[in-house]
């Protein structure tokens, strides 16, 4: 066999190898030499929020893409096989992520380092009727916390603790440093909502979502939640005619006349509720579940509370 020959099925085999190492990822152990370690986050809200603490550190892996709902999303093979090689996954728990929370398991019973951030903030159960869940949701965790800037400053606390015990290779000093700083950002944030809320009357802080999303927002800056078009903590419940029935008999009483609808999911049932009420109903989207792409209105936790912030005290105040 000529030298020409063998160079070139040397170098079809090189490229064989390549190709094959990019296509199967982490899935294969290929890893073309970079031994970084490496979190791998579920949601992308709390992969923001980790990405903040983390910093340079280690490599940070968010399986949910934007403007998905946690409630519905799954993973491909690569990405359940990426939660198993992982040095730590952080979770929001709860319930909330449906599909890969037997993926987030499997990893725990591989040996990998867990942390489900919505069991360590001091969850809120749902209620039942008007006041925040549905009688099958009655007593059950909301998995909602982000809405409640203080429980993030603690979930964010304390995965940065996660990351210094679990993720070797890292700096700590580095890791508690970023964590000070984000902390500062959550704290102004919460004292910049305390005052954009504060023009809210009274009388009109009452609040109706698409689904039951902003207990911690209600419970931490003084609302009341009359209810929902979905009455459960899921997007992937559906309402009967008697909860719309039921739901605008309850805006009526309250003179409650906007529904807040995630900007990631459809507002046909909001559509719906305002058919109800005869058309004098306004249908306000929030980023409620999901970040959206950079630079598309809620690109990081703190740019999405900030927006939905804004725009809740503008429809409740009319401005």
Request: charged content about 25%.
């Given at each position: ?54 910093g ?25 096989a ?26 725990r ?60 290779g ?24 305390e ?10 802080r ?102 939905n ?11």
């Amino acid at each position: 066999m000529s030298a020409r020959v063998q160079t070139a099925r040397l170098r079809a085999l090189l490229l064989t190898l390549v190709s094959f190492c990019v296509v199967a990822g982490t899935a294969t152990g290929c890893t073309s030499g970079d031994d970084r370690p490496r979190v791998v986050v579920t949601t992308n809200i709390l992969g923001d929020i980790t990405r903040e603490i983390v910093g340079e550190e280690a490599d940070v892996s968010v399986l949910m893409k934007p403007n998905a709902d946690p409630h519905s999303f799954g993973l491909s093979a690569v990405q359940a096989a990426e939660l198993e090689n992982a040095d730590l996954v952080v979770y929001n728990g709860l319930g909330l992520e449906e599909n890969v929370l037997r993926h987030v398991e499997a990893a725990r019973e591989s040996g990998v380092a867990t942390f489900a951030a919505g069991e360590a903030v001091d969850p809120l159960t749902f209620h039942t009727g008007g006041e925040g869940g549905s009688e099958e949701d009655a007593g059950e965790p909301d998995p909602h916390f982000w809405t409640d800037p203080d429980r993030v400053r603690k979930a964010a606390g304390l995965i940065a603790d996660q990351v210094v015990e679990h993720v070797d290779g890292v700096s700590e000093k580095t890791v508690r440093a970023n964590a000070e700083r984000y902390d500062g950002q959550l704290a102004d944030l919460t004292t910049w909502m305390e005052k954009s809320f504060a023009s809210v009357p009274a009388d009109r802080r009452a609040l109706v979502t698409n689904h039951h999303v902003f207990g911690y927002l209600a419970d931490r800056f003084g609302f009341r939640v009359i209810g929902a078009v979905i009455p459960s903590g899921t997007t992937l419940a559906s309402p009967s005619s008697s909860d719309l029935r039921s739901l605008t008999q309850a805006m009526e009483k309250a003179g409650v006349r906007t529904v807040f609808a995630d900007s990631s999911q459809p507002t046909r049932l909001a559509e719906v509720l305002r058919e109800e009420m005869g058309g004098d109903v306004d249908v306000v989207p929030l980023y409620s579940e999901s970040l959206t792409e950079k630079g598309e209105g809620a690109g990081t936790y703190l740019e999405m509370m900030r927006a939905n912030t804004a725009a809740m005290a503008a429809s409740l105040t009319g401005g």
